[in-house]
């Protein structure tokens, strides 16, 4: 196994005090290497530490000297060291962790965030990418879990800004709701049908594996017995045709 750091081990503080060597794993063989010492190398399984905002790409500013003796500046942003992240990722035969402050995390991640389950485990959505408020339009969305373990965003800038989202069945990103009655995923742009009666609820399918039964749509706020139980319903032929309003919506707003 391999810990591949942007920097030397002495030099990244969270690090600096443990002795690698000495870790209690005896099954593994486990050392830290440097991104640019990976060069060449390939383990079972990665560790990326630290891929942070500051770390990659690293803000550090070079000797002057070491300038000197440097290629012309790319006018491509990043342009090392993207490569340079490139390398670390790939050394990996099976797997490869990335650990990151979620606060302050790479904005590579959040670039590889948009390329969905593809490239990074759609769990990890809601750590990787950085979603602005609609309502503030200054402040982060930011998940948080509720007893019920379901995933809500809240805006960063609460409780002065009282936005409160949820977040995308598929892809745990958070939804954006249209007003024209439907949600879209910010991350996967899965796009939800809401109902136009609360204006809370969502329509899901009823009776589709009841074969005596023809299959509807219906509120999922629907509670028999309960004041507050939602009960629209519409056919599969509105849904549709709700599906592909929104769709096109959105299509001419891209």
Known sequence: ?????RFRQENTP????????????THLNVSFV???ASKGLEADYVILFGIDTGSFPSTRENDELIDIVLPNKEHFTYGEERRLFYVALTRAKHFVYILFDGDKSSPFLSEMAKFGIQHVDNKLAPQLAKWH??????????PFTTKY????????????????VNSCKHCKSPLEVHAKGFRRCRGCGE?????????IGTMVARCENDPNRETFYGC???RPSTDDSCRENITIKSYELRIQTAAKLVKNKS
């Open 1 to 5: 196994m391999l810990i591949i750091g």
């Open 14 to 25: 969270q690090l600096k005090d443990i002795d690698i060597s000495q870790l209690p794993y």
């Open 34 to 36: 440097t991104a640019h």
């Open 133 to 142: 408020c609609n309502q503030c339009k200054t402040g982060e969305l930011r």
């Open 149 to 164: 373990n379901k995933t809500l965003y809240k805006c960063s800038f609460a409780p002065a800004c009282d936005t409160l």
């Open 191 to 199: 796009l939800e049908i809401g109902c136009l009666r609360c204006g």
């Open 220 to 222: 999922n706020r629907f």
